[in-house]
């Protein structure tokens, strides 16, 4: 079963995946507080499922981002 996802919320703190195939940030956590700190620890894989584009991908815990989500960020940008 996928990791739960939660709506995005701008201009607050998102912690989430920008997804792999799309490049949308999709979130699990919301308005977690900056001077919070959260750890996340896992055996293995996360299977994650983005809300966008529906792909489900095995994620590292590694790989999620905690960002104050804006316009401007809510997708990847690839070089």
Do not use: Q, W
């Not at 703190?13 to 919301?30: D, L, R």
């Not at 750890?39 to 999620?64: H, M, Q, S, Y």
């Amino acid at each position: 079963m996928p990791l739960p996802t939660l709506k995005r919320k701008l201009g607050v703190s998102n912690i989430g995946f920008y997804c792999s195939e799309c490049s949308e940030f999709y979130a699990f956590a919301i308005e977690v507080p900056d001077d919070k700190v959260v750890e996340f620890t896992a055996d293995g894989p996360v299977l994650t499922k983005c809300p966008f584009c529906k792909a489900e991908v095995d994620r590292r815990v590694n790989e999620i981002k905690r960002l104050v989500l804006t316009e401007a960020n809510k997708r990847a940008t690839h070089s």
